[in-house]
């Protein structure tokens, strides 16, 4: 077995380049100049073979701050001195374990990071929300705000986006009716933030509330509600998203999701479906606790104040129509019979009394009739 | 490439060239083999995928180790020290310092909450400046995992001055429509390579910026002059007085009607048609353009008396373009002929459990994984084929078309200490300003 050879050595000191000779003893290798001055003595058990292309036996010394390097060309006297040094990586076995390692860490990471989207985020946000300033809501809410009247205000007959806003009798009228509806609601919610509550201009059946105690209640609602039980259901599911402060709840999880998916995960090429798919099957879910938990509190507010509970349940199913089309886990309402039933289950019988008069729900119904 | 492969070929590789006299120049060559690479990088996609995309900082650095290894100056080839544990590390602090960054930058949007639009500048300039940071820092990272010799490469400065620098120069970039581009890409580079050191061997760039304005300015011209055009003639026939009034009301849909204009004056249509043709020759000519930057910048690299010559050709980089472009529309047909089997066969085999008729979570769940997958897969394969067929081969041939004269000057150069951590190159990859 050949122990002696030629080699080139690079002191890690200078870069000079010198031709050595190289012995392989028992326990370690030899680097001696040709005039046979000991240059280095490397134990096998300190070198690590490193990356070259094909034709070159390159070895360094591991755990070393000083870049020496030994290059051997003489392919015999190279294999002879793989022989002694660990570990040798002569099938890329080292390589393929660290890689299965690597994918293995990796799934874990994973593991751990949907759980923690599943269930951490949603905790974390709910803890959180509550201990954040109402007043940095409220400016939340204000910056949405200005968007949502973007969005939303889509006519072009030169009528106002907010109802109600005119000087005549009837309108006057109307504004009293919400005001009082709204009034008793509010009473007996308990908020920590005074509400702002609008009726929009706008066809659709919907209500939606904003970061900062802002529902804007569509005028489709009104048209399509058949009593003041039914619109004040709808009221009262939008203020429970108010008193659980769902807006900040929704942008620390959206943030949290974003970390999660975008910036820890799922940043390769081809990634960005994997993230859309991700966030959006998460945020759903997330949505979908958030308005079960809005029913629950509103039905318990109706009780409280008088209404009747059970309204919004027959509403949503009356409106929910052919619902179905969306698979479940897309969605961001629980389906209108879960919700009816859910409701149902929460609600005691009510005391039914009239949270309006005919003639003032009579007003609030045409609130949006005139300019 | 194991150990083994090397071992194994160890005969047939020629003995180390001597060392040439100090007047001829050295011819830069590039060892690497193709093969090796296709089968690193098709593993990488794959483990990628599965990963979610952990798996990068192993793929990073066996690229790197790769054209490191492959590139080779006088008998001898660069290495790469650096280890994908390192850049986890240095990936994890830069989240734990973007994540405070982006809540900073949140509520102060809500503070300056009515011009909502400047302060999407405000976070842009920010990120923006991290960015730029964060490339000086990754770079003096590379610089100090690389090996050569026996020595390191390690980079001086300060970063936070080199990103005030590159921002700075933004605004002439800017102004002139991308016309002080040169000067500044030369003012940058002479920064980054006046602090770049080999051992105790300084570096410096020789480049200068109207050289390359020179060369670069006809197609600055070809691309730029359609849109200038379209802005001109688009100018001409445009109804300025009913633009007024547009403004003056402030109505989105009348501004649109007067750049709509009527049947024979088209001021929209010129507009887009104009920049339409710009993106277009934009496109054609991003090869010739690289390679013009390429060349310029590879002639403008010293590092102690040791200066570096280029003769890059343009056709080049085409040719690897073009390459890339028809490997991808191969790939294409063969991935739409496998999925469409896979699709039928999948179809085939599900049709008893579920109804694909109507809606249900089963269908579609397995219909949105199947996009799903079937959406990474091709991509990640195009990205492969452009890692392959494009990048390394840029490298390949700029490596090749370079040649250092008095290379003797890296003779006798003495080690300095230096390291450095990863965090620049964590941020750069939070930050989406990596490279290799």
């Known amino acids: ?371 | 490439m194991t150990i083994a492969d090397c071992v194994d070929t160890a005969a047939d590789a020629a003995p180390p060239d001597t060392p040439s006299l100090p007047s001829s120049p050295v011819r830069l060559r590039f060892v690497g083999h193709r093969g090796d690479y296709w089968r690193l990088m098709i593993r990488g996609g794959a483990l990628q995928a599965i990963t979610l995309g952990i798996y990068r900082f192993w793929l990073f650095t066996d690229m790197r180790r790769f054209l490191w290894a492959s590139t080779e100056v006088e008998g001898e080839t660069l290495e790469y020290t650096g280890t994908a544990a390192e850049l986890l590390i240095g990936f994890l602090m830069a989240i734990g310092i973007l994540v405070p960054v982006y809540a900073l930058l949140f509520v102060a949007s809500l503070e300056f909450g009515m011009v909502s639009q400047l302060s999407a500048i405000v976070a842009f300039v920010v990120l923006a400046g991290f960015g730029q940071y964060a490339a000086f820092r990754a770079r003096r990272y590379r610089l100090t995992r690389t090996v050569f010799r026996g020595l390191r490469f390690h980079q001086g400065g300060s970063a936070v001055r080199y990103a005030v620098r590159a921002m700075l120069w933004w605004i002439p970039i800017a102004i002139t429509l991308g016309l002080a581009s040169p000067w500044a890409t030369t003012n940058l580079e002479r920064y980054k390579m006046r602090n770049t050191f080999y051992g105790n061997l300084g570096g410096s760039f020789a480049g200068s910026g109207g050289r390359l304005f020179r060369r670069s300015i006809l197609v600055w011209l070809l691309v730029v002059s359609p849109l200038l055009l379209g802005l001109a003639a688009a100018a001409a026939v445009i109804d300025w007085p009913a633009a007024a009034r547009a403004l003056d009301r402030g109505n989105l849909t009348s501004v649109i009607a007067v750049l709509d204009g009527n049947d024979r004056t088209k001021p929209a249509f010129i507009l887009l048609g104009g920049a339409a043709w710009s993106v277009f020759i934009g496109f054609v000519l991003y090869p010739a353009y690289q390679a013009i930057v390429m060349r310029w910048w590879l002639g403008g690299l010293r590092l102690g008396g040791a200066a570096v010559a280029s003769d890059l050709r343009i056709r080049r980089y085409y040719g690897a373009y073009l390459r890339y472009l028809l490997y991808v529309l191969l790939f294409s047909i063969a991935f739409s002929i496998v999925g469409g089997i896979m699709l039928g066969s999948g179809y085939m085999a599900l049709r008893g459990q579920i109804d694909f008729d109507r809606t249900s979570l089963p269908r579609d769940g397995v219909a949105a994984g199947s996009l799903i997958v079937a959406y990474v897969i091709y991509i990640l394969g195009c990205s492969t084929f452009y890692q392959v067929v494009v990048k390394m081969r840029l490298w390949q041939v700029a490596v090749e078309s370079m040649l250092i004269s008095s290379l003797g000057a890296l003779d006798h150069v003495q080690a300095t200490e230096a390291t450095s951590s990863a965090v620049g190159e964590g941020l750069a990859d939070a930050l989406g300003t990596g490279s290799i």
Request: with cysteine.
């Open chain 1, 1 to 371: 077995m050949t122990t002696t050879g030629d080699g080139i050595f690079y002191d890690g000191r200078t870069s000079d380049r010198r031709k050595v000779a190289v012995d392989i003893g028992s326990d370690a290798v030899q680097v001696s100049a040709p005039d046979g001055a000991l240059l280095a003595q490397w134990r096998f058990t300190d070198i690590a073979p490193l990356t070259t292309p094909a034709g070159v036996l390159r070895l360094g010394l591991a755990n070393a701050t000083a870049a020496a390097r030994l290059e051997i060309h003489d392919r015999t006297l190279a294999g002879a001195l793989l022989a002694h040094v660990k570990p040798t990586d002569r099938t890329g076995l080292t390589d393929r374990r660290t890689r299965v390692k690597v994918v293995a860490f990796s799934l874990a990471a994973i593991a751990t990071l949907i759980g923690g989207a599943i269930w951490g985020v949603p905790l974390l946000a709910d803890r959180i929300a509550p201990h954040l300033p109402v007043a940095l809501e409220m400016r939340l809410g204000a910056a949405i705000d200005m968007e949502v009247r973007q969005a939303l205000d889509s006519s072009t007959d030169g009528k106002a986006f907010e109802c109600g806003t005119g000087d005549s009798s009837s309108a006057l009228a109307a504004r009293d009716a919400f005001a009082k509806l709204v009034a008793s609601l509010e009473g007996g919610a308990g908020l920590s933030l005074p509400l702002r509550t609008l009726v929009v201009r706008r066809p659709d059946v919907n209500a939606i509330t904003l970061p900062g105690g802002r529902i804007y209640v569509f005028n489709g609602l009104l048209t399509k509600a058949d009593s003041i039980d039914e619109v004040a259901g709808v009221l009262g599911h939008e203020i429970g998203h108010v008193a659980h402060r769902d807006g900040t709840k929704s942008v620390l999880e959206t943030a949290g999701l974003s970390l999660l998916f975008g910036m820890l995960l799922g940043d390769f090429t081809g990634g960005g479906a994997v993230i859309v798919a991700g966030k959006t099957v998460l945020r759903t879910a997330y949505s979908r606790a958030a308005e079960a938990a809005a029913d629950e509190f509103g039905a318990k507010l109706m009780y409280k104040v008088g209404g009747d509970p059970h309204a919004l349940g027959a509403f949503l199913l009356r409106i929910s129509g052919k619902s179905g089309a969306v698979p479940h886990f897309l969605l961001d309402h629980p389906q209108a019979q879960e919700r009816a039933d859910a409701i149902a289950r929460i609600a005691q019988p009510s005391p039914a009394r009239a949270l309006l008069t005919p003639t003032e729900w009579g007003a609030l119904k045409r609130i949006c009739a005139e300019g």
